[in-house]
């Protein structure tokens, strides 16, 4: 019998203990062809992009200096990991513990991984995502002949129902929920990538779908009457689940896929995820979807290499915000 390529060796390209026997210098090395890739890991200026740079390490953190601008910086500056404080090292074991997750890893699990607290790991997950969305960004599925799928999954919000029968109420009605509960939208293209958003209903849905998905394409969707809308543009094939999963008419089963990781992620592995960063982990099992047939080494350079052409993070940036830890 055929050995499945996930358990192959060709599967494995980089590991773990690999990365951690690099000393300083090869980790640095490391980063900096994944980031100047154009140079084969020559430094250029991130202010001016002056390919010209003169050493003048000091300390452990190599430094140059632009002939152009005469600024100085580092092969972290500007990147997702500037102003870093840990070892370069300890960021590509990061990496590497990230992108072998399956169903990704909580930032308790990171954190004690690496022996960083919660608080840097929760920062150094979502700046993971962060780069991960960015392959993303203002992309589009489908076009003349393509199918794509078009599903909604229902997360959070959940009510507690009470001990007795008697004192139980219908979770079902308006009244008796939390308001908390979103929908996780996923558009998927047949053998192609995946789009996600978060929106309050399935409905809510329908300008981002015709947004993200070319003409000509056709959509699968189920019976929901939120994705009626779509006629308008595109043909849609509807499946009803109440009699098939799936047939030779119309089927959402790669949507369902998704799903699929997306709950194991968040009952195994997260156990609760807040409603502000639904939105990122989404979009993380989404990239883990498309890439799961890929080697565990190009899942470690396509994240580095993103984490090294993305710029800072948006919202993780400086030190930790206590307002953001309310909110979880």
């Known amino acids: 019998m055929a050995q499945h390529f996930l358990m ?24 900096r062809k994944l980031r100047w890739p154009d140079t084969d890991g020559s430094p250029v200026c991130p202010h001016c992009e002056c390919p010209i740079a003169y050493d003048v390490t000091r300390g452990a953190t190599p430094r140059y200096r632009c002939k152009a601008c005469r600024r100085d910086f580092s092969p972290t500056s500007g990147t997702l990991f500037a102003y870093h404080k840990l070892h370069i090292r300890d960021y590509m074991a990061a990496i590497v513990i990230f992108v072998n997750a399956v169903k990704g890893i909580s930032a308790l699990q990171l954190g004690r991984d690496l022996d960083v607290s919660y608080k840097a790991a929760f920062v150094l997950g979502h700046k993971l995502r962060e780069a991960m969305a960015t392959e993303m960004k203002g992309a589009t599925v489908g076009g003349v002949g393509a199918v794509v799928e078009v599903d909604g999954c229902h997360v959070g919000g959940h009510v507690r129902p009470e001990n007795r029968k008697e004192d ?6 308006a009244e008796n929920q939390t308001g908390k509960r979103e929908v996780v939208v996923a558009v998927r293209e047949r053998d192609g990538r995946t789009l996600t958003a978060v929106f309050k209903s399935e409905a809510a849905s329908v300008d981002f779908i015709k947004a993200r998905v070319e003409k000509g394409s056709t959509i699968h969707a189920d019976e929901g009457i939120g994705w009626d ?22 089927c ?29 982990y989404a979009g993380e099992m989404a990239w883990r979807e498309d890439h799961r047939r890929k080697p565990n080494g190009t899942l470690f350079s396509i994240v580095a290499k993103r984490a090294g052409i993305m710029g800072q993070s948006v919202d993780f940036t400086g030190y930790w915000q206590r307002s953001r830890v309310n909110q979880v």
Not at 14 to 26: E, G, Y
Not at 168 to 173: A, G, I, Q, S, V
Not at 231 to 240: C, T
Not at 257 to 268: C, D, W, Y
């Open 229 to 250: 809308k779509l006629r308008a543009k595109f043909p849609v094939k509807v499946i009803n689940h109440s009699l098939a999963y799936s047939t030779d008419e119309a």
């Open 252 to 280: 959402t089963n790669q949507a369902e896929s998704f799903f699929s990781r997306l709950r194991r992620a968040e009952f195994g592995q997260h156990h609760r995820i807040s409603g502000i960063y639904l939105g990122r």
């Open 168 to 173: 139980r109420k219908d979770r079902r009605l």
């Open 8 to 31: 192959s060796a060709a599967a494995r390209t980089i590991s773990l203990k690999a990365v951690m026997r690099l000393s300083d210098a090869d980790a640095w090395t490391m980063f």
